[in-house]
């Protein structure tokens, strides 16, 4: 009973502290923190984008897939998560997942210092359907294979899932908002490709 008082970024630690193996899968993680739905697994499959890191094309588009495959289940109003064996039995050494723990928690904290329910209807079930969509949506976004336009995106996945843990509506809102942005930021960079125009910070990353 007292890991339904833990915080996101205590769950996220506890994850590495239950599983004493070298490897941990992905179906370990999702044991580890089934109780607590799609939001946490969510949170978690954000982890590597909202790193603001170097990172090889087509990394952001393969963390996508199981944003793609949770959204859907919040759309279609699951109450919870069903993830597929190919993607279960895959799985991370405890030691990456435990440095990308130790990166982010800096940042939640700074995050749950400021979150309490409020506007509790937003994170009901009916609620986790419109929830749902807009990961889809900000997932198609992290998906393309460009630099630096997934960041915002998947913060405002990670966002929308703290909120969602915290019972806190206002936060939730923020993080729609975030994505939002993102999204705009990526179909601007997007059409400006289109046309040919030459982006500074693309090439930067290059």
């Not at 996101?8 to 179906?27: A, F, K, M």
């Not at 289940?73 to 405890?94: D, F, V, Y």
């Not at 979150?115 to 889809?136: D, K, N, Q, V």
Request: proline residues 7%.
């Amino acid at each position: 009973m007292e890991d339904k008082e833990k915080n996101t970024s205590e769950l996220l630690q506890l994850v590495v502290i239950q599983n004493t193996n070298e490897i941990i899968t992905v179906n370990q993680i999702k044991l580890s923190l089934d109780e607590r739905g799609f939001a946490i697994l969510l949170a978690i499959a954000t982890l590597p984008i909202c790193l603001p890191i170097p990172a090889p094309p087509g990394f952001t588009t393969i963390f996508a897939i199981p944003l793609f495959i949770l959204s859907i289940q919040m759309m279609c109003g699951m109450k919870t998560p069903w993830i597929p064996q190919w993607l279960a039995r895959k799985a991370m050494r405890k030691k990456v997942l435990d440095k990308l723990i130790d990166r982010i928690i800096p940042w939640l904290r700074k995050i749950e210092k400021h979150m309490h329910p409020r506007l509790t209807y937003i994170s009901t079930h009916a609620w986790e359907r419109i929830i749902g969509l807009f990961s889809f949506i900000f997932s198609i976004s992290i998906a393309l294979p460009v630099p630096l336009v997934n960041f915002l995106p998947g913060w405002g996945i990670l966002i929308m899932s703290l909120g969602l843990l915290s019972k806190d509506g206002l936060t939730i809102f923020a993080g729609m908002i975030v994505g939002t942005i993102g999204v705009g930021v990526a179909l601007i960079v997007v059409a400006l490709l289109w046309m040919g125009v030459p982006i500074p910070f693309l090439h930067q990353a290059d």
